[in-house]
């Protein structure tokens, strides 16, 4: 299994309050990226980071910020948690090449009150 | 904008049985399509990739195609069992391999 874990892996937080998740890789890949699974509606990228400081936005970027000061650690923040928000979100990393997959963390479930 | 379709949502098959899951995608302008299986509660496991140049790939009971001038891919299994059962995504892959998935098919083998 790819190296790769999350944390927290189940929080329970309150309308406008900030929420940051970590994604912490040991496979020293390049490519890194956040996804949200709601029911209905598979995956979706939140925002992707293809080295130290380079990210970029996915296709529901809107209330989530990144930052990624090391290759190994990815982390996701929202800025002011909504109810719309609840989902569990994905981690997942990848050397980037269009030849190799994307490996997928365990996932966190985020409940906003 | 690409979307990804699924078709059957869900599908309950008898063990044994062998089993097409169906994809398809409105951009041909693909890098590749990916299958990965998702079982309940549990992060996704990658099981086929077929690059945008090639047809087909095959691991194990497991047979997925692309077809990319009709933005289609299917994902074949062979003889199916109950741990077959899962959730079976399928995703394309654009420019830095991000993903767009489909909204999966859900399988149950019933033994």
């Known amino acids: 299994d790819a190296g790769i874990t999350q944390s927290p892996r189940h929080k329970v937080t309150e309308t406008g309050t900030p929420v940051t998740l970590r994604c912490h890789q040991t496979e020293n890949h390049r490519y890194m990226y956040w996804y949200r699974q709601d029911p209905g509606h598979g995956l979706r990228l939140i925002h992707y980071s293809y080295g130290v400081k380079d990210t970029d936005k996915g296709e529901v970027s809107d209330g989530y910020s990144v930052s990624r000061s090391k290759t190994e650690d990815f982390l996701l923040t929202l800025e002011s948690a909504t109810s719309s928000q609840t989902s569990v979100y994905f981690c997942?990393?990848?050397?980037?090449?269009?030849?190799?997959?994307?490996?997928f963390g365990p996932g966190t479930r985020l409940l906003v009150l | 904008k690409q979307e990804v379709t699924q078709i059957p949502a869900a599908l309950s098959v008898p063990e044994g049985e062998n089993l097409v899951l169906n994809c398809s995608f409105t951009?041909?302008?693909?890098?590749?399509l990916q299958w990965f299986r998702q079982d309940p509660g549990k992060g996704l496991t990658s099981l086929l990739l077929i690059q945008s140049s090639q047809r087909e790939q095959t691991s194990g009971r497991l047979n997925a195609s692309l077809d990319k001038s009709s933005g289609r891919s299917t994902l074949y299994i062979a003889a199916s069992q109950p741990g077959d059962s899962a959730t079976y995504l399928c995703a394309s892959g654009g420019y830095g391999n991000k993903l767009v998935f489909g909204a999966g098919t859900i399988l149950r083998v019933k033994s």
């Open positions: 951009d041909s302008a693909i890098y590749n």
């Open positions: 997942a990393i990848s050397p980037g090449q269009s030849q190799e997959t994307q490996y």
